[in-house]
């Protein structure tokens, strides 16, 4: 597996294969599999997020096939975990029983809402969605502003190695 490389507008992002095999652990590939998801964390540079690593679903989570509704305190309590090893939130994932996912609307509203909520220096925050497909084409990601301005990512090239590092 190698890293996975997108662009939305003028940002590039790159989701590392640790996230990746995360997200791969948990796709719903059978009709009785449970959405999961969790949290995204990584560094920031200008122009230029990097995803290194997925939450997985925990144990306060509620889970069904078709929704999944995420332990807020435990989320708090990863958020100021990874603060210390230098990693800022990034966004959320959760899994979707279908092959190329589309966020719904409750999804949609849901990262709104944490956007809006949040205390945060980020120009916005990231959701993403694992579809049942290969990457990339199995997974959704995009970018949602704090003016409530929605960019999907598209697939990219990597930029050139010695830039592409981790
Ligand atoms: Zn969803």
Redesign the pocket.
Known sequence: MEAANFLAGNLRLRVTVKALQTFTAYRQKRFYNREAGGQLFGTVRSGKWTVLEATGPRKGDRRTRFGFWPDRASEQQEINAFHVRGLTYLGDW?T?PEEQPR??PR?LATIAGIVRESRHQLPGFLLC?VGRAQFPAGLWLSIHTLSGEIKKAEAALPLASAETNP
């Open positions: 959760h979707h966020p719904s999804d969605i």
